[in-house]
């Protein structure tokens, strides 16, 4: 199956401080990509939707000013915690749409298990 | 109502067993149906598609039923490394976006 990779896969950072994660898709090209955060013993929450060229969609209730989102070409997504604070620590998990001989189908990336201190 | 639902479990089999969960979701219009699996802290792997004709792969038969607006997955021959949370994903499609949603998931914990 495509790979999707994520860098880094663990981070600990101080309070205040601005984490960038990266989500690459390596075999193929992505018009879309998603991130999700998900607490311990708890389902994934998808916070937005990542679209090559143009500006992600928030799901209701996720600060776009917080979590800031780039698309910058279509086999890399960024997400940018601004201003981390201890309760955004959580597992930040990015997944790409490939959509080979025109099936649907969604990787996920490793996930980044972000700590804030 | 949630827009996918599943029973969370978790289901406790003994190895060998047969165990079924069921996942329905409430949009009529959603397209494509995946199951998924996720190990404990780590991302969800992709297990199979669901199809209205139904979709084996070795133990593991997913079906759909777009009539009452569910989906199952049916595991045969319970092996311990089946343990997991399994995860059914709904796609909607609309004007050219994907719209993925998510269960809450199912647990199952097969023991000796």
């Known amino acids: 199956g495509a790979v999707v990779s994520q860098h880094p896969s663990w981070v600990i950072c101080k309070s205040g401080t601005s984490v960038k994660i990266e989500c690459r898709s390596l075999?193929?090209?992505?018009?879309?990509m998603f991130w999700y955060r998900q607490f311990p013993k708890q389902s994934l929450m998808l916070m937005a939707t990542?679209?090559?060229?143009?500006?992600?969609?928030?799901e209701q209730g996720v600060e776009k000013d917080k979590f800031l989102i780039n698309h910058a070409s279509l086999t890399l997504s960024t997400l940018t915690v601004t201003s981390a604070h201890p309760e955004d620590s959580s597992f930040y998990i990015c997944?790409?749409?490939?959509?080979?001989?025109?099936?649907?189908?969604?990787?996920f990336g490793p996930g980044t298990r972000l700590t804030v201190t | 109502r949630k827009e996918v639902e599943q029973d969370p479990g978790p289901f406790n089999v003994p190895e060998g067993a047969t165990v079924a969960f069921n996942c329905t979701y409430s949009?009529?219009?959603?397209?494509?149906f995946f199951w998924y699996r996720q190990d404990c802290r780590k991302e969800p792997k992709l297990l199979m598609s669901?199809?209205?004709s139904g979709n084996e792969d070795g133990r593991f038969t997913a079906q759909l039923n777009r009539a009452s607006q569910y989906i199952s997955l049916l595991i045969r021959d319970s092996k311990l490394s089946d343990s997991a949370t399994y995860l059914c994903?709904?796609?909607?499609?609309?004007?050219?976006?994907?719209?993925?949603?998510f269960g809450r998931g199912t647990s199952l914990i097969v023991h000796p």
């Open positions: 990542s679209n090559e060229g143009s500006k992600a969609t928030y």
């Open positions: 997944s790409a749409i490939s959509l080979g001989r025109g099936v649907y189908e969604q990787y």
């Open positions: 949009n009529s219009a959603s397209q494509s």
């Open positions: 075999d193929f090209q992505a018009t879309t």
């Open positions: 669901v199809y209205s």
């Open positions: 994903v709904v796609i909607l499609a609309s004007g050219g976006s994907y719209i993925p949603t």
